[in-house]
Each structure stands twice: as structure tokens, then as C-alpha cells.
């Protein structure tokens, strides 16, 4: 195994023992390799809203924490600037959902990400596009 896939598996470990919200999501990490991040996780009962489907936030806040731990896996803290998310499918509950994120650009500073969430079914359910600032500190 490569240092820098020892750094980037080290860091999203401390990452996801200190980020309780990740974890009552119930958010498995299955993969992590520098500047990508998959994440499991399956909906539960407490997180649909009034129309019976998952919360939009719940699809979010999933493709959130893969886009964070993928952006921190290359040494440096990086700080999300700016996301968006666009839900092509609705989520009701019992569903499994998957999030890869990955690096689609990066400079010095600013790096692009893509996130696809989909369902047990291999269909999509999110579309997530976030940008990092990369800080000057690195992740200890």
C-alpha cells in the first residue's frame, strides 16, 4: 500500500471518529483512495418528511460528508466554499444508499468535486457538485 493511500485512509479514520452526525446517519466508509471517498448508508424511518420520502437533507448531508472526506484525503484541511445538489429520484425509506464522490479539478487553492448518490437499485438519486478551499495546514 502507497504512503499517500495510508495518509488518505488515516485521515478520513480520524475524520469519522470525531463527526457525530455522520455516524447517527449511519454512514459506512467503503472505500477511500486520494481525492475519492465511497459512502453507505441506509435510510431510516425518522428521516422522511411530510410526503413520506427522505428528507432532501438526508440525500445531502450523505454526499456531504463523501465530498468531505474525499477532499481531505490528500493531506491538506480543506474547507467546503460552495455545493449543490439536484435529486433526479425520491428516497423512501429502507433504501440503501451509495455516494462517490470524486476529484474532477484542482489547483493550488480550489478543487471540484462530483458526488453520485444511488439507490440499492444503481439508480440516481443525487447529483452533488462541491468546491474546497485547500488551507495551508496540514491534517496532523
Not at 485521515?11 to 446517519?25: G, N
Not at 432532501?56 to 474547507?79: C, P, Y
Not at 443525487?126 to 496532523?140: L, S
Amino acid at each position: 500500500m502507497s504512503q499517500d493511500q495510508k495518509r488518505a485512509e488515516a485521515i478520513v479514520e480520524q475524520m469519522l471518529a470525531k463527526d457525530e452526525f455522520s455516524r447517527w446517519l449511519g454512514i459506512e466508509v467503503l472505500v477511500v483512495k486520494p481525492a475519492s471517498c465511497i459512502c453507505r448508508m441506509t435510510v431510516r424511518d425518522e428521516m422522511v418528511n411530510g410526503f413520506g420520502v427522505a428528507h432532501g437533507g438526508i440525500v445531502f448531508s450523505l454526499a456531504d460528508s463523501a465530498f468531505a472526506f474525499a477532499s481531505n484525503t490528500q493531506g491538506r484541511i480543506a474547507m467546503s466554499i460552495e455545493n449543490g445538489v439536484t435529486y433526479p429520484a425520491p428516497v423512501h425509506p429502507g433504501d440503501r444508499l451509495t455516494a462517490e464522490a470524486h476529484e474532477e479539478s484542482a489547483s493550488n487553492r480550489l478543487a471540484f468535486y462530483r458526488v453520485q448518490v444511488t439507490n440499492q437499485h444503481d439508480a440516481i438519486v443525487g447529483i452533488f457538485r462541491g468546491t474546497v478551499y485547500k488551507t495551508k495546514q496540514e491534517h496532523p
